[in-house]
DNA sequence: GATGAAAGTTACTCAAG
DNA sequence: CTTGAGTAACTTTCATC
């Protein structure tokens, strides 16, 4: 995982559909030498896959709400993770601090959140929800490639 | 914006680099008549791009974290933007509530979040931050094109 | 690492039903 | 919408430097 590689995957995060032509001529390789490394980054799985990013509005989702969620115990936590089911629910974590579950969630509307919230709390074990609703979306992308001061250090010759 | 679309997003936000042979069988149409849907919802922007899949822990950032930001006004909130600049912040989001901002952070270890935190203070108009730390994730995914109910409407004739 | 080349596959478009 | 066809482009690998 050197600097090449960290350009390569900064290259396909933003289009992952480029030739590997093109990509070589941005990362500064020929293209057989950025197909191995691609190929290798697959194999190493630092590369999971590759998807499509979708317009939210576009496909009836237009609300955003992240929702915390508090358990009386840990027992009924394997049915709780069910929800990965719904499509409406895109990430879950567990957190650290006064709460035990972090789930984003995205739905039509208000009335949505409100069924898919009933939903949680049909889980017993389930104590209270605290429901913060995005109003706007300055930023959302993948986990990116670079690190703080790798731009800063690519342009040093050398 | 029908059940045919619905499956060819499904099936590309699993595997964006499938042919077009490959996609019209899984959703039930010819390859032209899939890639003539594609090509349409490229133009519509219901698909944005395309994009990659990383694993967070081989391009070293292990550690998660949602931020709340707190402001005393919002007349700094410009500089406050700049932000997305950093790799490290895969989302931002004004949300409604007791905070103002909601960031996703990801980062090398408990040292680089403290470090983007003293970032975040330098700004003048930040009161207060409040983080919650991902001690496991349990999914993580991109918009679903399917709402609840889809699938099940799917399975019946006609 | 670069170049050049080769074979196989796919993308993309179109005509016709 | 389907089938069938066609060209251009790309992927993928390999031999060579």
Redesign the pocket.
Known sequence: MDT?DRKILSALIEDA????????QRV????????????KLRESGAIEHSTLKIDPVKVGKPLLAFVFVDFAGWGKSRKLMQIDQFPEVEEIHSVAGDSGLLIKVRTRDAHALELFLAKLYENSGVQTTKSYIVLSTFLERGTQANATGDWEVDLLPG
Chains 1, 2 share one sequence.
């Open positions: 090449f559909e480029m030739s590997y032509e093109v990509l070589g500064g390789l020929s293209p057989p030498a950025a197909h191995a490394r691609v190929k």
